[in-house]
């Protein structure tokens, strides 16, 4: 698909995504006009920010013919360069420098990856942007949508005293501004609509305008949403407020000037906007923030010693702290602003140290004052205050002895910070300004309660015990790994009757917690964690409790994991945080053979020969390049008279090996191995790995591998490398291949869902393919793409409610053509793949938010050339088959529901013995039927959903031998309620409907005197849906327990 975002001013800021291609650019143009996302989210990404008179002024990058697709992309400018992103491999690409131009646009195609791009080029302005005339004034064109009758206020004013807004369902209405001229008022032009208008006074000569801020939809043909800012506050946002996405944003702002004057284009709406700026008088106050007399500096607190560091106080306000802490005090602080990002103050220092962030939502919600205290020669713990929440103690709590100190002004804001720094955080000052006119919520001064507890820090985690409260996290208790033994951590806090969730990382060595997410809010006296969310180098675990309160999270480091935890508790867990180690990079410990060592004196590895048979891996041999001598490396393991023997040869001092990744079992050989270099990736040697066995890496980041040691018999029983930093002058340019590109085109579109797939296998890679879709109440047979083999077809049927939502596929070049060697098809289920053998270049088509893969497309001929995808929405209602026993009269309260607003169940001695449900639909209460048989004896319990800001996400249950649902409890987006009839023994079947970001909106299953199966509706959670409720009321009724 073609793009193109035209030609601007200049370029401000460029947004990247990556990974071995560039998924996606986003380019921020102008004063801040951002054209929409080209292509997808890829998993990396980076963003830099041109200074004032920075500009672009060339482009290169690679690319690949074999799939369209850009692979690395370089930004130079006449400052600096920025890059390479991606991988640099193909064919080299480039918009070159010209004398006089900058790159002030972009245009090319894109799909789910950047296809191509190319440039736009214009003139480097001489003067600052814009056009000035002589006296100074300068003229900023006007930003928003083509349309309307201009208007033009003039630029011979003083300055604007008043501003006059008004906005409806559609956007901006109409504006009119007051202003001074020669010391007299003038009333400007009334430009747009007829609305009641809201207005802002400007205290003018002492206030003056200096920046509007708005935006617009592609879709829309007016502004949206205006904000205006002065030297002494930041006005309310008119209209409707930015959220981001693919809409336009702008700013006129020109740095030390002022607004004298407005001109744009309106009809019955505005248009667009543009200003008129002047330099400010001598005599004018300066605006806050910039370092001028309206902010107050408090001196730095703490201890002597260090370097000075001041991040300046021309900043509006504080948009997230960083802090990192270790078993010293505090080693670095890190601040983000409203218009900068500051450095950091301190060092990384101690690998097992613990770093916090704090998001501060500027600017409805600004820093009020720090607290934080001292004892030796560091902070020893800090915490921050905002108009809305108080942070915990970051670091240690205050226990009496020591100096503590307080940064706070009344009714003023912190909008910046200096202080004193060496390897930790030596003391810490802070710039003050008076806080806007705008109301704030109250700053509410919580006690904490708690004692401290610390698991210390061990080789890894090894499981986790969540417990749950009814609105908060009750306790925690961890297990961890040291050595070959396992220590069982004592639990934090205090269990309750909802029991534990828990979750176990895996046994093999290669998984780890990397970051942690938590949410702390304050109720009544005392700080409680709501929710806590996991995630490992392999996927995310959670979220468990209630997202409530503000969060503060442990982020991934590289090359770092979390391995171990402290915190505070009483009778339920009070903060959180978590000790980073590294990940271990591993020297297999083998039993058996004997040891071996190339020794680590080389300049890099030439040649890789490896030997493997039935067993495994039987010998391996390395040649290596010696003080820019060869050197021939010796056999370790026995040469079999049965197997086969590959060699690698690397092209070294262009290429050198990176990584070693490989497997083992219980017999202690080595089973399969694969080489990564900077350049390509080996295929797997011996057997792929499958799940059973222990999986090792050997990488270190930003280094190579110069030698290798292990222990070998009869054959190679471990492996281990040495590694050393990457030389500057390395290059890790790849061989530019231009292949050709064969097959004709094929398209089976787009349909409802994907049925069936048939891979055809081949002698060296994908022979063809074919799948089965479903398009309403019927099947489409697809054809054949490509030519079967007699290797025939490997084949899978998805189920009713599964959907591929991924596709990884690998290609090579072979002689003349492009093949496809690999696919995997990954579902919301399952993986269903590898078929062919990884060898080539990897194509992913990651999974999108909310949508399927439910067509395909490519080139084939006597093989499958290529593949590529068509997305659509995944069906929005999706229907869970009822779970329980067999048997009974069926039910269906249908699927046409907003929601579920009361849920009603009856039990008895032999179990449920009824449900019936309420829902809202169409807006309008609607009555449910009663499902089962009726009886005076037992208990009933009702529970009421606060809809719509509650919802249904999920029943568990139990049945029995006799067919019969003993027990269900139902989970909302707000809190857990109790079992209804027999809480789940262990003796008979549990089951669970759940849907992950999806709610119940209406209920099935059969039923005879007795209730035999449930199912469930699930529709998407609304993005409307309000926030899990912070104190929410007790359970309206629970249901029978019989056990007691």
């Not at 000037?257 to 008088?281: D, E, Q, R, T, V």
């Not at 370097?307 to 021309?314: I, M, N, P």
């Not at 704090?358 to 108009?387: A, C, M, Q």
């Not at 009663?930 to 029943?955: C, F, L, M, T």
Request: glycine share 14%; proline share 4%.
């Amino acid at each position: 698909m073609s793009w193109d975002d035209g030609t601007a001013r200049k370029v401000k800021k460029v947004h990247i995504t990556y990974d071995d291609v560039i998924y996606s650019v986003q380019v921020t143009y102008g004063t801040a006009l951002q054209a929409p996302r080209r292509g997808s989210v890829g998993p990396m990404s980076v963003e830099f920010t041109l200074e004032s008179d920075e500009y672009i002024t060339a482009l290169s990058g690679y690319a690949l013919s074999t799939q369209d697709v850009v692979t690395s992309l370089t930004f130079t400018t006449n400052k600096k360069t920025y890059g390479p992103y991606g991988n640099k491999f193909g064919y080299q690409i480039s918009a070159p420098e010209k004398t006089g131009k900058q790159i002030a646009g972009f245009h090319g195609t894109k799909d789910n990856i950047l296809n191509s791009i190319d440039v736009h080029y214009a003139p480097i302005p001489t003067g600052t942007g814009g056009s000035e005339t002589g006296s100074g004034v300068q003229k900023l064109p006007g930003e928003g949508l083509v349309g309307g009758t201009a208007w033009d206020d003039g630029s011979d004013h003083d300055g604007v005293t008043n501003i006059y807004v008004a906005s409806t369902l559609l956007g901006i209405k109409n504006v009119m501004f007051g202003y001074m001229k020669d010391g007299q008022s003038k009333q400007g032009g009334h430009h747009g609509g007829d609305p009641t208008k809201q207005e802002i006074v400007i205290n003018h000569p002492d206030e003056h305008l200096v920046s509007v801020e708005g935006w617009y939809e592609s879709s829309s043909k007016f502004i949206m949403g205006i904000q205006f800012k002065t030297n002494y506050k930041i006005c309310a946002s008119m209209g409707y407020r930015y959220e981001g996405g693919n809409d336009y944003k702008f700013t006129h702002q020109v740095q030390d000037k002022k607004i004298i004057g407005f001109h744009g284009f309106a009809s019955n709406h505005l248009n667009s906007i543009g200003a008129y700026f002047a330099p400010l008088s001598s005599t004018t106050t300066l605006p806050i923030g910039t370092g001028g007399s309206g902010a107050q500096k408090l001196g730095a607190q703490g201890v002597t010693g260090g370097s000075a560091w001041d991040d300046g106080s021309y900043h509006d306000g504080v948009t997230k702290i960083v802090v990192r802490t270790c078993t010293l005090g505090v080693q670095f602080v890190n601040f983000f602003y409203d218009n900068d990002i500051g450095a950091v103050h301190g060092a990384p220092g101690d690998p097992t140290g613990s770093t916090q962030h704090i998001v501060i939502n500027h600017p409805d919600e600004h820093l009020v004052s720090i607290e934080g205290w001292y004892i030796s020669n560091y902070i020893s713990g800090i915490r921050f205050k905002t108009n809305q929440k108080t942070s915990v103690y970051i670091g240690y709590e205050y226990t009496g002895s020591g100096t503590i100190f307080t940064l706070q002004v009344k009714d003023k804001k912190i909008i910046g910070f200096h202080g004193f720094a060496s390897d930790h955080l030596n003391s810490i000052g802070a710039y003050f300004v008076p806080v806007l006119s705008t109301p704030t919520l109250p700053i509410v001064l919580p006690k904490r309660f708690g004692a401290v507890w610390d698991d210390g820090t061990h080789d890894k985690v090894k499981k986790i015990f969540i417990g749950l409260g009814q609105d908060v996290i009750a306790s925690v208790k961890f297990e961890y790994i040291n050595g070959s033994g396992v220590v069982n951590g004592v639990e934090h806090g205090t269990p309750t009757l909802l029991g534990f969730e828990e979750f176990t990382l895996e046994l093999g060595l290669d998984e780890y917690i990397t970051a942690l997410s938590a949410y702390v809010e304050t109720l009544s006296t005392r700080d409680v964690v709501t929710s806590l969310t996991f995630t490992t180098n392999k996927k995310n675990y959670g979220p468990y409790g209630n997202k409530s309160g503000f969060q503060i999270f442990s982020p991934g480091e590289t090359g770092k994991q979390i391995a171990g935890f402290h915190g505070t508790s009483g009778n339920v867990l009070n903060s959180i945080s978590g000790y980073y180690a590294p990940i271990p990079t591993y020297k297999l410990v083998a039993v058996g053979g004997s040891a071996w060592d190339d020794g680590s004196d080389h300049d890099g590895v030439t040649k890789i020969t490896v030997r493997t048979g039935g067993v495994g891996v039987q010998y391996v041999k390395f040649d290596y390049v010696k003080a820019g001598q060869p050197k021939q490396g010796t056999l370790h393991g026995v040469h079999g008279s049965r197997g086969s023997t590959r060699e690698i040869v690397i092209n070294h001092p262009d290429e050198h090996l990176v990584s070693v990744e490989g497997w083992y079992d219980s017999s202690n050989v080595i089973l399969g191995i694969q080489f990564k270099t900077n350049l390509k990736t080996s295929d797997y040697l011996g057997y792929e790995f499958e799940g059973t066995g222990t999986k090792f890496t050997l990488q270190v980041k930003d280094k190579k591998i110069i030698g290798f040691h292990g222990f070998a018999s009869d054959h190679l029983n471990s492996i281990g490398a040495y590694f050393v930093l990457l030389p500057s002058t390395t290059t890790t340019l790849n061989p530019i291949v231009p292949p050709k590109k064969l097959g004709a085109v094929w398209d089976d579109r787009t349909h409802d869902k994907v049925k069936k797939v048939f891979v055809g296998l081949g002698q060296d890679g994908i022979a063809s393919v074919k799948f089965e879709y479903i398009n309403g109440s019927g099947v489409v047979n697809g054809v054949e793409h490509g030519t079967p083999t007699l290797l025939g077809f490997e084949e899978f049927t998805l189920g009713p409610y599964e959907y591929v939502t991924a596709l990884s596929a690998y290609t090579k070049t072979l002689s003349t053509q492009d093949i496809v060697t690999s696919l995997t098809f990954t579902t919301n289920k399952k993986t269903y793949g590898p078929y062919g053998n990884k060898s080539g270049f990897l194509f992913p088509f990651p999974e999108e938010t909310g949508k399927q893969i439910a067509g395909f497309h490519g080139t084939g001929g006597n093989v499958l050339n290529s593949i590529q995808v068509h997305y659509a929405p995944i069906p929005t209602v999706q229907k869970l088959d009822a779970q329980g026993g067999t048997g009974g009269t069926k039910w269906d309260d249908g699927s046409d529901h907003d929601g579920v607003t009361n849920i009603y169940v009856r039990s008895n001695m032999d179990g449920i013995q009824y449900v019936s449900f309420d829902y809202l639909k169409a807006g309008q209460p609607k009555q449910g039927a009663h499902h089962g048989g009726s009886g005076s004896r037992g208990s009933k319990g009702e529970i009421a959903i606060n809809h719509p800001d509650e919802q249904v996400v999920s029943v568990e249950g139990w049945y029995d031998s006799a067919n019969v649902i003993c027990g269900v409890r139902f989970r909302t987006n707000q809190k857990i309620y109790d079992y209804m009839g027999y809480k789940f023994d262990g003796t008979g079947t549990k089951f669970t409907l759940k849907v992950q970001d999806k709610k119940i909106i209406g209920f099935h299953g059969f039923a005879t005197n007795q209730l035999i199966s449930l199912g469930a509706y699930f529709a998407p959670l609304s993005s409307a849906t309000a926030p899990p409720i912070v104190t929410p009321k007790e359970l309206e009724a629970k249901g029978g327990d019989f056990n007691s």
